[in-house]
């Protein structure tokens, strides 16, 4: 089971080290509700769109019917592909919605949580054509918060017990996973990267900005100015590959890990300001909400 520690744990009773290893590795409970609301929001949205397709994407009547999907893909398992009727997609994508709203408000968010992913993940698996980056971190950050206390504040959960924890943190095995599991992304896309020309070159945003449908406004502007371009196109190479140490720093933690969140919130910004990516910068501005330390949040009630 997690550890939950109160917020100003250096000193007093608990060793340093102990503190340094939570500075690291351990999340604010208040951190975790901005998470799960963040969770809920992309579902409802992820939901809301992928219901606009819903008999083209999900049925037999689609694209993709069972039959089909059971015998080119090699599936685990998938509710959604016990039938191809309309009638059982809205079904399942009402209950999807329903334990979104759950996990909005925090009731039974446990529960709550375990759905989402368990019937999120059901949905990837039907129709794994029209998946993207985004889905594979939202299903991540779903599974690893199944092991976490969403609902400890700000919840109704939270109300229903009269207890609100507001300064505690969570130290375990499931804090350290989500938190990893998050920075481990960026090294590893950098690590691909580097192998591809158009990486190295500095030639992808002027490349990527050049397909229609693609490139958004902004793109498009941004391709007529190629030097712009390779440079944007390093600076992103170089964010992805050690920006993800300033989250990890052993001094000066707090200060670094939000300087670190910022940057990685304008990032993501900017990547969905240049290219239509759908909602992959949404997951992933969700994806740091785990980072953002106590101070901000002591901060913004007045109480640091």
Avoid at 158 to 168: F, G, I, L, N, V
Avoid at 184 to 202: D, H, N, Q
Avoid at 283 to 296: E, Y
Wanted: with cysteine; hydrophobic share 55%.
């Amino acid at each position: 089971m997690p550890l939950v520690l109160p917020s100003a744990h250096v000193g007093g009773d608990v060793p340093p080290s102990r503190g340094r290893v939570d500075a690291l590795f351990g999340i604010d409970l208040r951190s975790l509700a901005v998470l799960r609301v963040g969770l809920a929001c992309y579902l409802l949205v992820d939901l809301t769109m992928r219901g606009c397709d819903l008999e083209a994407h999900y049925t037999d009547s689609g694209v993709l019917p069972v039959d089909v999907l059971t015998r080119t893909f090699r599936m685990p398992w998938s509710v959604h592909a016990l039938s191809g009727m309309w009638a059982w997609q809205v079904v399942l994508f009402s209950l999807q919605a329903v334990a979104a709203v759950a996990l909005a408000v925090g009731w039974r968010t446990r529960a709550a949580t375990v759905l989402s992913w368990l019937l999120l993940t059901s949905l990837h698996y039907r129709n794994p054509v029209v998946l993207n980056g985004g889905d594979t971190v939202i299903r991540l950050l779903l599974l690893w918060s199944c092991f976490l206390p969403l609902g400890a504040v700000m919840s109704a959960d939270a109300k229903r017990r009269r207890e609100s924890p507001e300064s505690a943190r969570i130290l375990g095995i499931p804090s350290a996973a989500l938190l990893l599991q998050v920075a481990l992304i960026y090294p590893l896309a950098a690590v691909f990267k580097l192998r591809e020309p158009v990486w190295t070159e500095l030639r992808f945003l002027t490349e990527a900005t050049s397909v229609e449908g693609v490139a958004t406004a902004l793109g498009s502007w941004l391709h007529g100015v190629p030097p712009l371009a390779a440079v944007l196109t390093a600076a992103a190479l170089l964010l992805e590959s050690i920006g993800v140490l300033f989250a990890f720093s052993p001094w000066a933690t707090e200060r670094l890990r939000m300087f670190a969140v910022v940057v990685f919130i304008f990032f993501h910004l900017g990547i969905g300001l240049v290219l239509d990516l759908g909602l992959f910068p949404l997951a992933m501005l969700v994806a740091w909400a785990p980072f953002v330390p106590d101070r901000v949040w002591n901060l913004l009630s007045g109480s640091d």
